[in-house]
């Protein structure tokens, strides 16, 4: 259930591209024909799926506050977390070029529709966003890092070939000339994003409240009806 | 302008308009949409951009004879990331609240295109004191963009400029609230960025038909 609930979360409601803005670039440059961006948008969701979770295993037993423990107690109070950044893009850098090695070496087929996005992929910011929003939220297991990874890279897919398919059916509309091309783009995206808000009360029910700590804490149902409870019983008093 | 020659200045006055990294080169846009809520982010924002990019090209036009071609995307990101490292520890000691504003988006300066794309574009094939111009222009005319973003939106979203009021207070009904203005809270929203920046796409290209595109 956790899964699923953050599985569609990223995908729908925090959508890399029209909630936060990832990946903005490629997506701009790489929209004027859906079978490029399929390309592009599945090599993101392989990268994302792949590094989120290693990732996560790096700033759990690496970079947080006191992650090196397994080292000793003498090491508990180490907080390397300054370096996560460049930890973080080391990672993907070289998992970028190995999943390019590999593929290579196994798939020339998938290599070829691949190929010329992987190495574009290492300065993607959806890639690099995924793994530090991955950071910020706290997701609390491997698992659910993988999911947050598969879930950001599908909507990211799902953004791109959406935009393709407009962007290749708006050549025969009537622009206005300042506009076309870069513009035009510009505001499709903006009206979507608009659209992709209205998913905003899927998993909450349409309640105003979006608790934003329900992305971070991930605690036992029983304890988490109380703290709705509490939430609901402060909203009464608000109320009264 | 007695320093610099006339093809130094046009490396600093060209991005801000004709080649400007944000509408013409497409570089950079996902911080330029996502922090532009509020006219602080954006400055702040842009000279932390100016400070990578005006010495990461400085660092990648140095070492350009001496990094092997195959792996220059992971030197060019270990030089950025060592930047960005330093302009994050800088925020959080002297800026903690605008950097908890920013959050991931000061990480996100490693991939920001607009870096890249002039490490690649410009450093790796220019001297480091016109590598260091280049640097400068392009961050300024990405921070212009930016500045101009977040000042609409600020404006219009919550009638504050830098958090001052200026359009008057909207609880006392001060200014122009008494007229019955009120304060469009969709400006706020993330998609409205993007519809600024449409908009300022389609002024400039309005303006210099020459940068029109056929589709």
Redesign the interface.
């Known amino acids: 259930m956790e899964h699923l609930e953050l599985f569609l979360k990223s995908i729908f409601i925090d959508n890399m591209v ?8 490629s997506y ?2 790489v929209s004027k024909k859906v079978s490029t961006a399929v390309g592009l948008g599945a090599a993101v969701i392989f990268v994302l799926a792949i590094t989120v979770p290693l990732n996560w295993l790096l700033d759990q037993y690496l970079l947080q506050p006191g992650a090196l423990k397994w080292l000793g107690e003498e090491y508990a109070s180490y907080d390397l977390s ?5 930890m ?3 990672t993907i ?2 998992m970028v ?1 190995l999943v390019e090695i590999v593929v290579e070496k196994f798939s020339p087929s998938l290599y070829n529709s691949l190929g010329i996005f992987l ?1 574009l992929i ?4 959806a ?3 995924g793994s ?2 991955m950071q ?1 939220r706290e997701i609390q297991t491997i698992g659910l890092a993988a999911t947050y990874g598969i879930g950001s890279g599908i909507g990211w897919f799902l953004a791109i070939l959406a935009i393709a398919a407009i962007r290749e059916k ?2 025969y509309s009537n622009v ?12 499709i ?3 979507m ?2 659209g992709f ?1 209205s998913f905003g009360g899927m998993l909450t029910g349409g309640d105003d409240e979006a608790p934003k700590e329900e992305k971070t804490a991930q605690v036992e149902p029983a304890k988490e009806q109380s703290e709705n409870n509490e939430v609901i019983a402060n909203n009464i008093k608000v109320n009264e | 302008m007695g320093l610099l020659s006339k093809k130094d200045t046009k490396l600093i006055t060209d991005p801000l308009a004709d080649n400007n990294p944000i509408t013409i080169q497409v570089l950079g846009i996902c911080s330029a949409l996502a922090i532009t809520a509020e006219l602080k982010a954006s400055i702040v924002m842009s000279i932390s951009v100016m400070f990578v990019l005006g010495l990461g090209n400085v660092v990648i036009s140095l070492m350009r004879n001496i990094i092997p071609s195959k792996i220059r995307i992971i030197v060019q990101l270990t030089v950025v990331a060592a930047l960005v490292i330093i302009v994050d520890q800088v925020l959080k000691a002297f800026a903690y609240e605008l950097s908890k504003t920013l959050s991931v988006f000061v990480g996100l300066i490693i991939t920001n295109c607009i870096i890249m794309g002039r490490f690649e574009a410009f450093a790796l094939a220019n001297g480091p004191w016109k590598s260091f111009l280049d640097g400068i222009g392009n961050s300024l005319g990405y921070g212009v963009i930016l500045i101009i973003v977040g000042f609409f939106r600020e404006l219009l979203g919550s009638g504050t400029l830098l958090g001052f009021p200026v359009l008057g207070d909207p609880i006392a009904k001060t200014g122009l609230y008494a007229i019955g203005y009120e304060n469009n809270g969709f400006m706020l929203l993330s998609p409205m960025a993007l519809i600024v920046v449409g908009i300022i796409i389609w002024v400039q290209r309005t303006r210099n038909k020459a940068l029109v595109e056929d589709h």
Request: glycine share 10%; aromatic share 14%; proline share 6%.
């Open positions: 029209f909630a936060t803005f990832l990946g903005m670039c701009l440059a300054f370096l996560s950044f460049i973080f893009i080391a850098a070289t070029q190495p290492a300065v993607n910011c890639i690099l966003g530090l929003f910020s708006i050549r206005p000339p300042a506009l076309r091309g870069l513009g035009i783009t510009f505001i995206t903006g009206l994003a608009i808000m």
